[in-house]
């Protein structure tokens, strides 16, 4: 069931950040979700700097970096070490209902994240995606995305800021070859 699918058409509208504001003129949304709820699912800030590096190089949508108001201040101050103000990338707003949460998240083209809610999102609505899991099989076996455009990845760890940057980059620029049809 897509709930709130009557809410998709006019969500760029309703939630600038899928498009880059005003001023954007990017082909679609990727959203990339590196934290998820516990310690253990957050990928270390040089992972989260590579893989928005490759999505800048390789696409030319806009890049939605998923983080709670909590962490923002943080993410900010991430990507502005690394990209300048017109990189492309951008923070959720305004997200006031899980509604407003499921209609951004079920706007995008592509979405790249760990093992968290997002991709449950990305499962229902048939949107390629990318999700990382640790090595917990019985985690895995139990909630893993669902979907025939889903690339499931399970790495060799149990907390995702030990995974190796390298792999992860490696991940997702299979995942961008794989899905260039949407990217270019």
Not at 47 to 66: H, N
Not at 153 to 164: A, R, Y
Request: proline fraction near 4%; hydrophobic fraction near 40%; charge should be negative.
């Amino acid at each position: 069931m897509k709930l709130f699918s009557e809410d998709l058409q006019s969500a760029p509208e309703k939630y600038p950040f899928l498009t880059g504001g005003s001023t954007g003129n990017r082909k679609g949304t990727v959203i990339f979700n590196p934290y998820g709820a516990s310690s253990s699912r957050r990928l270390s800030d040089e992972a989260v700097t590579a893989i928005l590096k490759i999505l800048r190089e390789k696409t030319s949508m806009q890049i939605v970096l998923w983080i709670t108001p909590k962490e923002r201040q943080a993410a900010e101050q991430l990507v502005g070490k690394s990209f300048s103000n017109d990189s492309g990338i951008s923070f959720p707003e305004n997200l006031n209902s899980i509604r407003d949460v499921i209609t951004a998240m079920a706007s995008c083209k592509l979405m790249i994240g760990v093992d968290t809610g997002s991709a449950h999102v990305a499962a229902c609505y048939s949107i390629p995606e990318l999700t990382f899991y640790s090595n917990n099989m019985a985690n895995y076996s139990r909630w893993y995305a669902l979907s025939p455009v889903a690339t499931n990845v399970i790495l060799d760890n149990q907390f995702f800021g030990d995974m190796s940057t390298e792999e992860l980059c490696r991940q997702v620029n299979l995942f961008l070859e794989k899905h260039s049809d949407i990217i270019s």
